[in-house]
Structure formats: C-alpha cells, structure tokens
C-alpha cells in the first residue's frame, strides 16, 4: 500500500491527468470486453445457422445417393463436383481417411454439434458419421495418401480451395453401406470464421496511444488552466507570511477559486487591521506610561528616607525597561520592512565584530551560497538577540552556516549552562527569565528569544532551542528558500 502512495503523483495537475488517463483505459477496457463478447455472440449464431444449413443439404445429398445405383453415381459426382468449384469437393471413397484435426475451440464444437445433429435428423442415429476440420494443406481425398493439392489442376480445379488465409476445411465421412464411403470436405459460407481473431490489432494500438498522448496534451492545458488561480493562492499565501502589505489576490477562476481569493483578501485585510491596531495600543500604551512613569521619578526624588528612595527608583527602572522591551517587541515584528535581498555573511561579520569590540569571541563557520530575500532590520535584530544571549550566559559564541536549495540554516552556539528541559519552551513568554541565571539587576526583559521567534515566524521560518551533550545551549534558526 505504501508503495502504491508513493506511485500517486503528488500535484493537481499531475493526480486530474492520471485520473483522465485511467478514466479512458477503463472505458476502453470496458468498451473493449463489450465488443469481443458480442463478436463472439455474434459468431457462435452465424456458425450455428451455417451448419445447420450446410447439414440439411448435405444431409439431402446422401439421401439422393443412396436411392441412386451404383452405376449412375460417379455421373453425379462429376456434376457435383463441377457444382461446387471451389467451394467443395465429394466423392465416394472405399476407405476411411485420416484427418488432422485442427485445435479445438469453441466456435469448431458448435459447428461440428450442429452439423452433426441435423445429419443425424435426416439420416438416423444409426448412420456413421466422422465430422472434423483439416487445415488445406493436410487435407486428403480419395485414400490416406492423396493430398488435395497433390491433384493435377487438369483432374481437378478443387484444389483452389485453398487460400492465403488458409481457412480449415470442414470434412465429412458417410457410412453408405457396402464399404463405401461419402466424402464432402467443403469450406464454410463464412471462411474466415473459425480463423483466430485479432481482437486488438496494432493499428488500434496506435489509435489508443494517439489519443492518450492528444488527451495529455489538451488535459495538461485545461488542467493548468483551471489550478493556475489555486497556484497563485498558493503563492499569495507565502507572500502574505513575509509581507503583510502585498496586493491583493486577482478574484479569477472559477467561482470556487473565485470564493476563496476574496475570502483570502478578506483575512489580508483583517489581519492587516489587527497589526496597525496593535501598533496604535502599543504606541498609545508608551506615550500613556512615561509621563506618570516621570512623575514617579521626580516624587521619588524627593523621599526623604535613602533607602526607599533606591529601591523606588530601581522599581521604576524596571518598569521603563518593561515598556521599552514591549516597544522593542512590536518594532521586531514590524511587518511593513519592505523585503531586500540580504548578504547574510556580511550580516552576521558585522555582529562579530561589534562583539569583538566588547571583548567578546565570535567564531563563523560555513557559507550562504546566496542572499537571502528578508527584512533587514528585523532579521538582524533576530540575530543580535541570538548572540547577545549566547555571549551573555558563554561569553562565547560560535556561529555555523548551512545553506542549500530548500532552507537557510544558522544555528548559535554557547558554552553557557543551558537551559532545564522543563523551561525549554517557557524561554519564549513574554518577560520569562530564568531565576537561577539572572536577577532583576542583570538588565533582561525576558523579551529576547520571543522576539528572535517572532521574526523568525514573520520570515516563514522556525527557531528551535537544544541543550548540547558537550554543554551549553543551540539555537538553530531554519528560514525557508522558497
């Protein structure tokens, strides 16, 4: 069953065209069987009509030779012989010939029971009969050493019986009494239809191939045609996960695609709405906390106790950082950057070297064969906040580029304590920090890797974190070519 999956193409265009193809082998299987059962119906009622007449005259000839003397008789045999050209050959033997029947068939025993039953209406049961089929070539006359096509064409003109179809003869062996013998052997009124029947010649063959390729070729355009609007849905819904402001899908195709490119511009809108609120709240949010967070900060000022005063002040601190951290969020996942092709290894130096300047190591392995089409301030702050952690819990980091035709790979490497396998995904929530690793004086938010992973998202992509077995934590960002 798997293997036969695996035979089922995978595209639209590829399953419609091999149900097409398989629709017509079916019909034309069916059609097929159809007509052979019917030419064969056709042939066992045109094979038992024939013997049945050929019976009733042969069956009347006997009966006309045996009232005869035996003088007269080979004046009659002349006469029938001139009769029946070469349709036939008679006469009166003293032996039984041997015959060398021909392969049994269905058709060859319908004729034979046939024949057979009307002689011996005529004649009686009691009467000897041999019935059987000779092919021409191997037809004797006369005796058992006489071919038909021995006979000189000056003693008999039946030798043109036989054909370039070669159709079998039909014999018959008479008992008439007195150690003689009455001998027809006569072709059938339809020659040909006891010869094997070509039911699927090569020119239908042809035929068939011709009109599968035809039905390719035009199925292939109409298909293509009908899923190109499902292609470009497709494509628009790629786009929409990187660039939110993108045109709106074309409203083309059938009425279902139709439905569904309106639906899809439909949720472009809504979402598009949902961001720009999103920004509003965030914006609103911001301008709303720093006055009251201002005057927060002049009223601590003037406590009286130090104390308190430091700890006021730390709290508010604090809190500028959680507004600071939530705006920093939304400029991360600004989805308005307009999409540029990136250098990503000249991307990923310059943040070596800025943490070079800190004193930090930085080491870049592999290569991108390529740039890569993304926003360019969002991608570089996804990085930053991937090494900045890195090199805060290692001080540090090793970076390791892999690039192929399917997806970008970097992964960010630290010698740091890593992270509990319980805490793994809890590293994404929005202001989660690890208590064993950092205090509130430290200066995290807690803001970075969510930040990182909703970049990553916004690029179709996927950030994933691993402790590794040597120590210390990977983060691997996957970011799709195509």
């Known amino acids: 069953m798997k293997r036969l999956r695996q035979l089922i193409p995978r595209s639209l265009i590829g399953r419609m065209l091999t149900v097409m193809v398989l629709g017509v082998l079916l019909a034309q299987v069916v059609s097929y069987t159809v007509w052979v059962q019917q030419i064969d119906t056709d042939k066992e009622q045109v094979a038992e009509r024939m013997a049945q007449e050929l019976a009733q005259s042969v069956a009347s000839t006997v009966t006309f030779f045996k009232a005869l003397p035996s003088d007269y008789r080979h004046i009659v045999l002349s006469q029938l012989r001139n009769m029946g050209g070469t349709r036939f050959f008679v006469s009166l033997n003293k032996e039984l010939i041997q015959v060398e029947d021909i392969e049994a068939s269905e058709l060859k025993t319908i004729v034979l029971n046939t024949f057979e039953r ?46 370039l179809q070669s159709p079998p003869i039909l014999v018959a062996q008479i008992d008439m ?29 042809l035929f068939l191939s011709f009109l599968l390729v035809i039905l390719l070729i035009i199925g292939a355009i109409i298909v293509r045609w009908l899923t190109r609007p499902l292609a470009q849905l ?13 045109q709106p899908l074309t409203e083309q195709g059938p009425l279902e695609v139709q439905a569904s490119a309106r639906a899809f511009n439909r949720m472009q809108q809504r979402i598009q709405r949902f961001i720009e609120d999103r920004e509003r709240l965030f914006s609103a949010i911001s301008h ?55 250098d990503i290894m000249a991307l990923l130096e310059s943040l070596q070297d800025d943490a070079t300047v800190l004193g930090h190591s930085v080491a870049i392995k592999g290569t991108a064969n390529s740039t890569f089409p993304g926003r360019p301030m969002a991608l570089k702050r996804c990085l930053s ?9 290692g001080r540090e980091a090793e970076i390791e580029v892999n690039d192929s035709a399917e997806q970008l790979q970097i992964a960010v490497r630290d010698r740091g304590p890593g992270i509990p396998d319980a805490s793994i995904n809890k590293v994404f929530d929005p202001y989660f920090r690890l208590e064993t690793s950092r205090s509130r004086n430290t200066g995290g ?36 070519r195509n």
């Open 177 to 205: 009494g007195e150690g003689e013998w009455f001998y027809l052997a006569a072709l059938l009124p339809k020659p040909d239809l006891l010869l094997k029947t070509e039911y699927l010649p090569t020119e239908r063959l």
């Open 288 to 342: 709303d906390l720093k006055t009251p967070i201002t005057r927060l900060r002049l009223r601590a000022e003037m406590l009286n106790k130090e104390h308190n005063r430091d700890k006021f002040r730390q709290d508010l601190e604090e809190l500028e950082r959680m507004v600071a951290g939530a705006l920093e969020c939304a400029r991360g996942t600004d989805l308005h950057e307009k999409v540029q092709a990136i």
């Open 234 to 246: 497709a494509t628009a819904a790629e786009r929409l996960g990187k660039e939110i402001d993108s």
């Open 445 to 480: 938010t807690g803001l970075g890797l969510g930040i990182a992973r909703n970049i990553a998202h916004g690029h179709g992509g996927e950030l994933e974190l691993k402790n590794r077995v040597s120590g210390g934590l990977e983060v691997l960002l996957s970011l799709p």
């Open 118 to 163: 009307g002689l011996r209406k005529r004649l009686g049961n009691e009467v000897d009969i041999r019935l059987s089929f000779s092919h021409p070539d191997t037809l004797r006359v006369y005796n058992n050493q006489t071919r038909l096509l021995d006979l000189p064409p000056r003693w008999s003109q039946q030798s043109l019986i036989y054909d």
């Open 385 to 393: 906040n991937l090494l900045d952690n890195a090199l805060f819990y």
